[in-house]
């Protein structure tokens, strides 16, 4: 009996040591706080932007760009965010550096109507921010292009800035991420693109000047939001790295960093030589041969740019693009290539990824066309809903058809008599597009 006493009463001193020691580090961030408020403003809507080599892509972005608005604010600060709604669809919220509940204020904003969020920055590091109406639409929306990097600079100085006291000479901020050009690839995980700072190779480009013996810090985020990447310059060693961009989180002497979705780094690295140094992502056949390079050009005379911004490029899209990207829509019939089907064949269209699969189809006259909703998300109402259906809004033929609301799993039928060409939509999901074309083959 008394050794259970005693062990209970070491239980206890060790829960209140525990509390004791929980309560002081809330203490010390409510301590740290600066009384310095950041405000930012953040406009959701749909866009068709360039996204590098003569190609557009048609999505959502926050204020017209890919990667959105970066966000910079030290620890301690204050930090507000004024989430506008423009677009005609829901829009929403999540800011990975708020360790706060956030879909509250900023989750489901309907069109038209503005949220703010308010947090405190407690905690230094590179973090993600992304549209997060709620539900299945999080996952749609930031696939669809709208997402940012929020940097909390610590008070700390980091390890290289001891060592040489004195602040970099060059910060990169660098987001890689990836396009795809519908539903299917994307729960596959088969990117069309992948990309640094919202354009493919834009680094290759427009290479970063800097010179040898450089002090360059980058701010490394991956944004996802299927692959994971491994960060790594040819021709060079990282000095030190620091895990989600924290100080206290460091490494030194790596070769390369690896990052999953939403995984951040900060790299600080002493430039060892003249040259061009290949900044890559060295999952080369799923990542650096689809646009994940940049160039690092070293030379004795290269410009002092400060910074590179993570956000993506503000040209508007090519008039004439020689590719239209559209993960939702219909994009180039080269991308979203028409498959025709013969009399006898079963033809099945998914709705996945808040996409038709495939989007343009070539049928005979008298087939039976099948829906199915492979969405599994299909809890939640509106655009938060994997729930889809198949509604003609324009059509050169003589047939018109509405679907009920379709389930995951659950499926609709058509059979077409009449010659003609049908463009559908999902009623909930607007900007879900496809096309049935329906030939006679007598």
Avoid at 222 to 235: C, I, M
């Amino acid at each position: 009996m008394k050794s259970r006493a005693f062990s209970l009463i070491l239980l206890m001193l060790a829960a209140l040591l525990l509390l004791s020691g929980c309560t002081n580090q809330t203490r010390n961030r409510q301590a740290n706080r600066t009384g310095v408020v950041q405000r930012f403003e953040l406009l959701t809507q749909s866009d068709t932007i360039p996204i590098g080599d003569g190609v557009a892509f048609e999505g959502f972005t926050f204020n017209g760009i890919m990667p959105g608005p970066q966000l910079m604010v030290n620890e301690g600060d204050t930090v507000e965010i004024t989430v506008i709604n423009v677009d005609s669809v829901t829009h929403g919220l999540s800011v990975h550096a708020a360790n706060t509940q956030t879909s509250a204020h900023v989750g489901n904003i309907p069109p038209g109507e503005t949220r703010v969020l308010t947090f405190y920055a407690d905690y230094p590091g590179v973090y993600m921010y992304h549209c997060a109406p709620g539900g299945h639409g999080i996952m749609a929306h930031t696939m669809g292009g709208q997402f940012g990097m929020i940097v909390v600079e610590p008070k700390e100085k980091y390890q290289m800035e001891k060592d040489l006291s004195r602040e970099p000479d060059l910060r990169v901020y660098l987001i890689q991420h990836e396009v795809y050009a519908d539903g299917r690839d994307f729960f596959d995980g088969k990117a069309l693109y992948v990309m640094f700072n919202g354009e493919t190779f834009r680094y290759v480009r427009d290479p970063i000047p800097a010179r040898p013996g450089d002090y360059v810090r980058f701010y490394y985020l991956n944004v996802g939001p299927n692959l994971t990447s491994t960060f790594h310059a040819v021709g060079g060693i990282w000095d030190y790295i620091y895990y989600g961009g924290n100080p206290r989180n460091l490494m030194e002497g790596t070769q390369s960093v690896v990052t999953g979705p939403t995984d951040s780094w900060v790299i600080d690295w002493k430039v060892p030589d003249e040259g061009s140094f290949l900044l890559v992502s060295h999952a080369f056949g799923t990542q650096a041969i689809k646009g994940a390079v940049g160039v690092l050009d070293s030379r004795q005379d290269s410009p002092r740019v400060g910074s590179i911004s993570s956000e993506g490029p503000t040209d508007p899209p090519p008039v004439d693009p020689k590719r239209f990207v559209s993960p939702f829509g219909l994009g180039s019939d080269t991308l979203d290539v028409p498959v025709r089907y013969r009399d006898g064949d079963q033809i099945q269209i998914q709705m996945v990824g808040n996409s038709y699969y495939p989007k343009r189809a070539e049928v005979p006259v008298g087939s039976t066309v099948r829906w199915i909703n492979e969405d599994v998300f299909d809890m939640l109402e509106g655009e938060r809903t994997g729930k889809h259906d198949v509604v003609v809004v324009r059509a050169d033929g003589p047939e018109r058809f509405r679907s009920e609301l379709l389930m995951h799993a659950e499926t609709f039928e058509f059979t077409f008599t009449e010659p003609g060409s049908y463009e559908y939509i999902c009623s909930i999901h607007p900007y879900m597009r496809g096309l049935i074309t329906v030939v006679d083959t007598q």
